[in-house]
């Protein structure tokens, strides 16, 4: 009996082993999958706060294998940047302007600036021979001067796969924990069977399938994030692959995530420290008050 026991605890330990043996190596292949894809896409540097009140985001321009791996974007047949930028106020559909792209700390960059607020949507094109790249971030940013933009506008441009952020729009502080509601755009290519990958650095953290094209994704509280400090942000990519072979489309979106304001706060202690507190000052309004009484 206890020899049938035994054989069957082993059994239970081996079955376990190989369910975590399996679950371990579906992590590792789920991690290196966004690894060994070559990609196009925007990594945020600093925001510069100019004297005259109009602000600048640095958005350098990666190309390699996510997220460490990147290689010279001089390989590119063709590599264009440009911006849309929408005012509050306005109702006005959004104009094409062109970005340039210059060398910032030796590396492939854009400066967008703004003089007001203003939500700007900021892409990057590139082709290698029959494959296609698409890099692009959304943003919005307070500009508060006098000086009028010197904007080039952008002819007409062909269609192209993109993502739209639908929700927030207008959002200063996009965080961990927070739903954020996006369309992905297919232009003229066929998205059967498309599946949108989310990474966390090396990570893949969420995979969506464009069934339908409109989803919501909310990533994940980070408490190494919460611990780095009040300005402490991070990005996430959203990538997704059109088509196969030797000729394909490739989107990547950055989103930019700050740490969360409420994440691992205990509730119960706050509440606790909250009416503890109301207890603790009428306690002492009454004292005071009885002493006054007394001594009148």
């Keep these: ?27 590792y292949a789920e991690e290196t999958l966004l690894n060994n894809e070559s990609l196009l896409w925007l990594e945020y540097g600093r925001q510069i706060n100019g004297k005259n009140g109009a602000v600048t985001q640095v958005l350098y321009i990666n190309h390699g294998r996510y997220p460490k791996n990147s290689v010279d974007t001089a390989n590119f047949d063709e590599l264009t940047a440009f911006y849309r930028v929408k005012d509050q106020s306005s109702n006005k559909d959004a104009i094409y302007y062109r970005a340039e792209i210059q ?53 007409r441009q062909d269609e192209f796969p993109f993502f739209s952020l639908v929700s927030p729009i207008y959002n200063y502080w996009p965080q961990t924990g927070q739903t954020f509601k996006f369309v992905f755009n297919p232009a003229d290519s066929a998205v059967a069977d498309a599946t949108v990958m989310v990474a966390d650095g090396n990570r893949i953290v969420k995979k969506i399938d464009l069934s339908p094209l409109n989803f919501d994704y909310t990533p994940l509280h980070d408490r190494k994030l919460n611990q780095k400090g009040y300005d ?56 005071r008050r009885r002493k006054f009484k007394y001594r009148w």
């Excluded at 026991?5 to 399996?22: D, S």
């Excluded at 059109?242 to 995530?257: D, H, M, V």
């Excluded at 969360?260 to 000052?281: D, E, H, P, Q």
Aim: some cysteine; proline content about 1%.
């Design 103 to 155: 060398k910032i700390d030796g590396k492939p960059a854009l400066k967008i600036k703004a003089c007001q607020t203003a939500l700007f949507e900021v892409f990057v094109r590139g082709t290698i021979a029959r494959q296609s790249f698409l890099a692009q971030t959304s943003l919005i940013m307070f500009g508060h001067c006098s000086e009028k933009e010197k904007r080039e506008p952008l002819g």
């Design 1 to 27: 009996m206890r020899l049938l026991e035994g054989t069957k605890g082993m059994k239970i330990k081996y079955l376990l082993g190989m369910v975590l043996i399996f679950a371990a190596f579906n992590a």
């Design 232 to 287: 402490a942000c991070k990005e996430n990519i959203l990538f997704v692959k059109q088509g196969g072979g030797e000729s394909f489309c490739k989107t990547a979106y950055t989103l930019l995530l700050h740490r969360s304001r409420t994440a691992f706060f205990n509730l119960s202690s706050g509440v606790a420290l909250f009416f503890l507190t109301i207890i603790v000052v009428s306690s002492i309004t009454l004292i």
